[in-house]
């Protein structure tokens, strides 16, 4: 009798580990189902191509760490010879992240009338920020391009600095106009800068997951890497210049092979032709 009594706890133990089992699977596997669907909800978000300017050849990557990120990237299309470009960052990562980038292009795109006033566009999005939420923040950096007039307009919301690779010279220069993080102060004042611009030049706007990757020894990619490539690379088109800045990234920083990314990653690259 104790043995058959054994052989029923066990045979208990069995159902309800298996049971429980079975229980996690079936909510993992709802989980990695609503994950796939804010994946691609997120996706539809970004913009499914990039604004057609005679002169202007753009270019923009995205590459997300997970499922869903915080990075975020829009266009303000004024006319043929006039666009606004949004590159965001929102702190932290995951579902959170995701949702406020998504509240982020809602604001943005009420912004047409204010496209040429860089200032102007970053006081909007902060004040629709502020009181929402109290651990997520948000850099960003809005490029105004005026062909017509050959002019730049430039603004930026604690985020990395514009590189500009002038055509002439070949040197890069680091562009920082720098106000407060989205979502900190209803107060905060931006600013914005001028900058003339000429056939052959290339700006390049991104978010933070390019320069600090790290490789194995925890060594980041770096500002100074960056600049060098840009100042190597200058006579490569747009897109190729992306994708080959993402490829010499993944492969300092080993993602190739078993290591993760660790951060999202978006850049866009602007040329002057």
Do not use: W
Request: negative net charge; aromatic residues 8%; charged residues 20%.
């Amino acid at each position: 009798m104790e043995f058959l009594g054994f052989l029923v706890f066990v045979g208990c133990l069995g159902y309800v580990s298996a049971h429980r089992t079975f229980s996690n699977e079936e909510r993992l596997l709802a989980i990695d189902k609503e994950l796939e669907i804010a994946r691609r909800i997120q996706s539809s978000t970004l913009p499914q191509g990039v604004p057609t300017l005679t002169g202007l050849e753009i270019a923009a990557c995205y590459v997300p760490m997970s499922a869903v990120a915080g990075d975020f990237y829009d266009f303000l299309g004024l006319d043929e010879k006039r666009v606004g470009i949004l590159v965001a960052d929102v702190t932290r990562h995951g579902v959170p992240a995701a949702l406020i980038a998504s509240m982020l292009k809602a604001v943005f795109a009420g912004q047409v009338t204010h496209a040429h006033d860089p200032a102007c566009i970053l006081s909007s999005l902060n004040r629709s920020l502020c009181g929402r939420f109290e651990e997520h923040f948000v850099t960003a950096a809005y490029l105004f391009v005026d062909l017509e007039k050959s002019l730049l307009r430039y603004s930026a919301a604690g985020h990395p600095p514009l590189m500009l690779a002038s055509g002439a010279g070949g040197e890069v220069r680091e562009i920082e106009e720098n106000g407060l993080m989205l979502g900190i102060s209803p107060e905060a004042a931006y600013s914005s800068v001028e900058i003339r611009v000429g056939p052959g030049d290339r700006c390049l706007l991104y978010t933070d997951g390019v320069f600090e990757a790290k490789n194995a020894a925890q060594e980041e990619f770096g500002m100074s890497r960056c600049k060098e490539f840009l100042e190597t690379q200058r006579d490569i088109p747009a897109a190729r210049f992306a994708n080959a800045l993402l490829d010499r990234i993944a492969g300092f920083c080993g993602h190739n092979s078993a290591r993760a990314q660790e951060d999202d990653i978006t850049l866009l690259v602007v040329d002057f032709v």
